[in-house]
């Protein structure tokens, strides 16, 4: 008899559920929890399992949050939006093998990644993948990308130029083979990044803007810091960060075609198996001065110091 | 069979023969029965002396004023000469003395004289007949010496008693007086009659004896007549003795002038006597006696009584006697074709049934009744009058009995008026006291319309005041007679009373219609509370009992105190009255969604210290502000720390109190302001210090305008649309101090010093960053400066790659 009761007040439940999920289909604010389900309307007492099945349920500019630790899944992101991990759980993306964790291919929407963790496991191609056409603005604040086969953040998007826009805080990537963070055709701020232990550090290509300051590049197989214009130019600058024990070379303006510029100020470039401060094909790496002499620390690289092509009078 | 129809027809022709016969034929005079019989002995006056009015001495007006209204006797002759033995006739029917009269039958002799027996009289007497019938008689003897006195001794003047003289006392001469207390004890003071009579308990049977100043016997008979006429004249003003009514009062003579045998004056008086009845028939002392028992209803006769015929002349043939209960109605207001029922009581109070010919009602009014066609004597029916006015005004009528009676016929005016239907309204409770209720929480008491009136009642609206709501099932009409209630909720907003009203407003008379609320709002509060997306508001906000709500806790937060956050969950927007931090946990995401064109959090008070912290403000880009100050308020304190505030429609933080400078300050840490379709932080009248600070993607990163000293430290402003960091000032004197900071990738100028009307504008950098920037890296305008603190006079900062071109600073500072 109890048990029937039990039965009964489940039942009225979930039609209470349902109902509310008829009248509620875009959100600002949507939850996913590890005992959720996409079938739910997303809501704080009905969360849903993954957030590609909350986003569906989320209006533009909305918000996705994790009510408890769990991993959520890989999502293709088709709209502004920001998914929050919460800052004491672990939300976490495993992606399937080969793929990315977050796709966003869709233009001009405004896209947050707060307190997440993005696990490639060694298995996952991307950690941020990019490739929309114009228009992206990515925040990463606050996450974790570790161990995926390519990159750890694909920022690429195909036009548009420094209308896109990169910002990543207090943001670490790591353990990715293939790199950590690359940027093209977009401006970027980096502050308190670490890219450590992946294929390259942080790499600015055709048409990018990048900004870094706070931040370190370490233990990376190949190059810490790199700007290389190919078919558009391209430029870095670091302020107050460090580039250290990396496999190539510390920091790196490299020129294929198009022009390049590094600008430091206050780096400690140190410990590198290759060049500290390398540039080739015509690629400009330029240190702020003071007082006529440079504001950087570069010393200890294996394969030699090397030097600024130039100085930048501080101002 | 055709037999017993003819006999049994014959059988009712005689039936009806005879009843014809006792209506026609006339019936035999006889007293009627009574309750109440009253018999006066006076003194020693020849009946030609009471009627003489030549005398003034002897001339007693008022009793032959009675005699001549009512009824006397012109032959009544008294029995033997002394005193005693009249009150001993009218006792017992005897002169109880074998040498003074012919004893009759069941008398004997116990040697009676004018004064006295030589012996206690044993003989059968009216008042043993009185006890043996359960019947109360009292003698009401004036200045007996005390209650159930039966000395036999006269006392002499000026003995306060002096007057009573007990040769007029007959009781006292029987064994049955004079063995029982109780008996005796019937023998009172006159003073007691007035006592008896007003108090509607006088026996079946009084005697009344005057002392010998009163009766005639020591003071002349006019005297008599005037003690009779202020004493006994009220008792004819009571209602036994109205019309209808049976009391019946004899008052006689012992004897003549000459306390001899011989003519006296005896008026009977009564209701039910015949009118000026004049009785010329011989009556003696047992006729009285005789008379006074068939009216009381004794069948076993003393003495001579048996015998003697009663003064039924007096009184003719039986008749029906009505008495209405009212003889006028009034109805008052009644809605037309609406009715009230009013009833009238028909008494007989007649000895003679009553036949009744018809009862009627007229005009607007009907009747029913339980009369039929005969009401016996001493019965009662009742008649319900109808009142249902057809038209409005003034609605008279009568109710006529037509009946047996000698007056023929009694009439009941009727008196209405008929008003148009219309509501009334009825409350119920008058008022209500919902007493102590905690601030916050909520209790709810009914309140009860009635529409007692008679028409269709329109409610135009029903409302609640202050701290109190309604819901109500009356809807727009409520019909006559129907009733509907109100819910009224209370929920006091803050302590002490909290007064309010619930007013109906109608179409009935004394519109609007205004019920008093009151209450107390108890104020519990307390230091920290805690909201989670499993409270209620209503609840007291503590750990076990969270609120939903951050604007439900701010409620029960003491000042100073501390909000926290149980779970993840959105707690809805706040404004801000006092001291108070809201936390919403490292490890949660505590949101606050504004929808439409609201406002996140509204800090609305002054000299306030709030801290902000762990808070996840998103305007979903709608709201239209983050965190809002002023511009009313001063002395504000805000810290914020580790709080995201994203995508609002105006500004992330504006933080613009009213005059107290730098009173105010603002205290920004590790936090995210970004998305702010307005700008980002901008702050004005105060100082402020931002550690940590990352301003993206809004209008502007950071502006200081009027009257601000702003401070950054490790922050950083990019992609914003328009400037990174600015200092503008309008009149106001602004600094903004920038240290190890960056300003990369914004819409227009990296760093901005303008002064666009008047005032002073003062931008100092140390180890700061700009690039990358589409306007310029250093823009200053109107005379407003950049600093740049110097090493060895050169500055620190790295200023490239701007697209509208590097620009410079205005001057140095050096380091110290």
């Known amino acids: 008899m109890r048990k029937f009761h039990s039965s009964i007040k489940a039942t009225g439940f979930i039609l209470v559920v349902l109902t509310a999920a008829s009248f509620a289909q875009a959100q600002t604010r949507t939850w996913v929890s590890g005992v959720g389900d996409d079938a739910n309307p997303c809501s704080r007492t009905a969360p849903c399992k993954t957030f590609a099945g909350a986003i ?24 502004s939006i920001t998914i929050d991990g919460g800052g004491g759980p672990v939300a976490s993306i495993l992606p399937g093998v080969g793929a990315s964790a977050v796709n966003i291919s869709t ?41 995926f086969t390519g990159l750890g953040v694909d920022f690429e998007p195909t036009a548009g130029g420094t209308a896109n826009q990169l910002f990543m805080i207090n943001t670490t990537v790591r353990n990715n083979a293939g790199g950590g963070i690359l940027i093209a ?8 990044v670490r890219s450590d232990f992946n294929g390259y550090g942080v790499k600015a290509i055709d048409g990018a803007r990048v900004s870094v300051r706070d931040s370190d590049a370490s233990g990376n197989t190949n190059i810490g810091f790199v700007a290389k214009g190919t078919a558009a130019s391209a430029e870095m600058n670091i302020a107050d960060s460090t580039s250290s024990n990396n496999g190539s070379n510390g920091i790196h303006s490299a020129s294929a075609g198009q022009p390049t510029i590094v600008r430091v100020s206050n780096v400690t470039v140190t410990n590198n198996a290759g060049i500290g401060l390398a540039n080739s094909g015509g690629g400009q790496l330029l240190s702020f001065s003071q007082g006529g002499q440079g504001t950087n620390n570069v010393a200890g690289n294996t394969g030699g110091d090397g030097a600024p092509t130039g100085t930048l009078p501080r101002q | 069979m055709t037999f017993f129809k003819k006999r049994l027809n014959l059988f009712l022709y005689l039936v009806m023969f005879f009843l014809l016969l006792g209506a026609a034929l006339p019936v035999a005079a006889q007293v009627p029965a009574s309750k109440h019989v009253f018999l006066i002995m006076e003194e020693n006056t020849s009946y030609s002396s009471v009627v003489n009015t030549a005398s003034s001495t002897t ?76 019947k109360s008689w009292r003698l009401y003897a004036e200045d007996i010496p005390s209650t159930g006195y039966t000395g036999l001794g006269q006392t002499v003047c000026p003995d306060p008693y002096c007057q009573y003289d007990p040769h007029h006392n007959g009781p006292i001469h029987y064994s049955d007086i004079i063995n029982s207390t109780t008996q005796a004890n019937n023998m009172v003071d006159f003073s007691q009659f007035t006592t008896d009579m007003n108090a509607g308990t006088l026996p079946q049977y009084s005697f009344i004896i005057p002392n010998n100043l009163h009766d005639a016997h020591d003071a002349s008979p006019a005297q008599a007549d005037l003690w009779l006429q202020n004493n006994i004249a009220p008792l004819l003003s009571q209602p036994y003795f109205q019309p209808c009514g049976d009391g019946i009062l004899i008052i006689t ?112 009014y009907s009747q029913t009744n339980n009369c039929g066609v005969s009401l016996a004597a001493g019965a009662s029916c009742t008649t319900t009058v109808t009142f249902k006015p057809t038209v ?70 029903i409302a609640a005041t202050g701290d109190y709501t309604q819901t109500n099932n009356c809807g727009t009409s409520l019909a006559a007679g129907a009733s509907c209630t109100t819910n009224v909720t209370f929920t006091p907003s803050a302590g002490g009373a909290r007064a309010g009203t619930l ?32 409270g209620v508001d209503t609840n007291v906000c503590s750990r076990p009992s969270p609120c939903l709500t951050f604007a439900g806790a701010l409620a029960k937060t003491s000042a100073g105190g501390e909000i926290d956050v149980i779970d993840p969950g959105e707690y809805g927007p706040i404004t801000i009255n006092k001291s108070v931090t809201i936390d919403g946990g490292g490890g949660l995401t505590a949101g606050i969604v504004t929808g439409g064109n609201g406002y996140a959090i509204v800090i609305n008070a002054s000299n306030v210290n709030i801290t902000l912290r762990n808070l996840d403000i998103t305007g979903a880009t709608i709201g239209f502000s983050g965190i809002t100050v002023g511009p009313g308020v001063t002395g504000v304190t805000l810290h914020v720390e580790k709080c995201v505030i994203t995508s609002f429609a105006g500004i992330g933080i504006d933080f613009e109190p009213g005059a107290g400078g730098q009173a105010n300050q603002l205290l920004v840490t590790r936090t995210s302001v970004r998305n702010n379709v307005k700008g980002g932080i901008l702050i004005a009248n105060a100082k402020a210090a931002l550690n940590a600070v990352a301003s993206a993607r809004n209008s502007f990163g950071v502006k200081a305008i009027d009257g601000a000293i702003v401070e950054v430290r490790r922050g950083s402003a990019g992609g914003n649309t328009s400037q990174g960091y600015a200092a503008q000032s309008s009149g106001g004197a602004v600094q903004l101090s920038i240290v190890d900071s960056i300003s990369a990738a914004n819409g227009g100028n990296g760093i901005d010093s303008a002064v666009v009307s008047g005032g002073s504008a003062i931008i100092r950098l140390s180890n700061v960053t700009v690039t990358e ?3 310029t890296g250093l823009a200053n305008s109107g005379g407003g400066q950049i600093l740049s603190l110097s090493r060895n006079g050169q500055g620190t900062n790295n200023i490239s790659g701007n697209i509208g071109g590097n620009g410079a600073p205005t001057g140095v500072f050096a380091r110290r």
């Not at chain 1, 055709?185 to 308190?192: E, F, K, V």
């Open chain 1, 56 to 79: 569906s349920k989320t209006a533009s500019g909305g918000e996705i949050d994790a009510l408890d630790p769990g991993g959520f899944g890989a999502v293709n992101i088709t709209k």
């Open chain 1, 185 to 192: 055709n977009a401006s970027a701020l980096l502050d308190n």
């Open chain 2, 59 to 134: 001339y007693m007006p008022w009793l032959v004023s009675q005699g001549n209204l009512y009824g006397h006797a012109t032959n009544y002759l008294t029995n033997n000469a002394g005193s005693l033995l009249a009150y001993l006739w009218v006792s017992s029917g005897s002169c109880e003395n074998s040498a003074r009269c012919t004893l009759p039958p069941g008398t004997n002799n116990f040697g009676c004289g004018g004064g006295s027996c030589t012996s206690t009289i044993t003989d059968d007497n009216i008042y043993r007949e009185m006890a043996k019938a359960g």
């Open chain 2, 503 to 534: 007013t109906y407003t109608d179409s009935a008379a004394g519109s609007p219609h205004v019920v008093n609320l009151t209450g107390t709002g108890v104020s519990i509060v307390s230091s920290n509370t805690y909201v989670s997306t499993l």
């Open chain 2, 392 to 461: 409005l005004g003034i609605r008279n009528g009568t109710l006529t009995f037509k009946d047996s009676a000698p007056s023929g016929s009694q009439v009941v005016t009727l008196t209405g008026n008929g008003v148009s239907p219309a509501p009334v309204v009825s409350l119920s409770p008058s008022s209500l006291n919902f007493g102590n209720q905690n601030v916050g929480t909520s209790t709810t008491q009914v309140e009860t319309l009635t529409n007692t009136g008679t028409g269709a009642l329109s409610i135009t609206s």
């Open chain 2, 253 to 364: 003579f012992d004897n003549d002038d000459l306390d001899q045998s011989g003519l006296v004056y005896t008026a009977v008086i009564g209701p039910k006597v015949i009118p000026h009845f004049v009785s010329n028939v011989r009556y003696q002392h047992q006729n009285a006696l005789r008379t006074m028992l068939d009216a009381l209803g004794i069948t076993t006769y003393p003495g001579d009584s048996a015998t003697a015929i009663p003064m039924k002349d007096f009184f003719g043939a039986p008749s029906a006697c009505p008495v209405l209960s009212t003889t006028a109605l009034s109805y008052g207001d009644q809605t037309l074709n609406t009715n009230t029922s009013k009833t009238v009581t028909l008494t007989n109070n007649g000895n003679a049934a009553m036949s009744i010919t018809s009862i009627i009602a007229t005009g607007d």
């Open chain 1, 107 to 147: 233009a001009n929407i405004n896209v947050t990644l707060r307190n997440i963790e993005l696990a490639g496991v060694t298995t996952g191609a991307t950690g941020v993948s990019v490739s929309a056409a114009s228009g992206v603005v990515l925040h990463l604040e606050n996450v974790a990308i570790s161990s």
């Open chain 2, 773 to 775: 920037n589409t306007g």
